[in-house]
């Protein structure tokens, strides 16, 4: 009996590193991106990284954040009571931060995926250069500016070689803000999984 028990929980033991074997426990990534704004018409790219975390098999958890560099827009004000038209430039950047999970769809090395993520998106003003500073202080003061609740419906596909892979997905970035505005959004970059 004793022999027994040893040899189900050596078992036991095997089987978790034996899945792990099969499916990643954890991936790590960056990513280049390309948000479409649909208020304003503009494009803007940017950089992020990526934590996905194996829920059960097909079935991550991801958390993601990128930073939009700033994108110069014209905006044109005309002064109802003299007439007078100023056009002035607005620098506007994007900080997005998401979490949800994501269905793998196939075993294959190269196979598609869907995802459903939720979190926050920051619109901001600011003249200051796009530098690492500037990321800095875009994180810290979330809590003090403009936050919007963000809804992200995307999927694309993937595919590694050994521990190392790349991604590239699509969806559509949705912020609320006096209703719901929809975004073509598009991330490309390698990931590495442990």
């Not at 990513?31 to 304003?40: C, G, I, K, N, P």
């Not at 991604?167 to 949705?174: A, K, P, Q």
């Amino acid at each position: 009996m004793k022999r027994l028990s040893v040899l189900l929980l050596f078992a036991a033991c095997a089987a978790p590193a034996s899945w792990a074997q099969e499916n990643d426990r954890l991936q790590v990534g960056v990513f280049a991106d390309y948000l479409r704004v649909s208020q304003t018409n503009t494009n803007f790219a940017g950089l992020g990284g990526r934590l996905t975390f194996t829920g059960y098999r097909a079935l991550k958890l991801e958390a993601e954040m990128s930073y939009d560099f700033n994108q110069v827009f014209t905006e044109g004000f005309t002064d109802t009571s003299t007439g007078t038209v100023s056009i002035n430039r607005s620098n506007l950047r994007v900080l997005h931060g998401m979490f949800g999970p994501k269905l793998e769809i196939g075993h294959f090395p190269i196979h598609p995926f869907v995802t459903v993520k939720g979190g926050f998106a920051n619109f901001r003003f600011d003249n200051r250069p796009a530098t690492f500073a500037t990321f800095l202080s875009s994180v810290e003061g979330l809590r003090s500016t403009n936050v919007k609740g963000m809804l992200y419906p995307g999927g694309g596909l993937e595919g590694h070689l050994g521990p190392v892979g790349l991604r590239l997905d699509v969806g559509d970035d949705i912020y609320f803000n006096s209703g719901t505005h929809h975004n073509l959004r598009v991330a490309f970059g390698p990931y590495i999984r442990f």
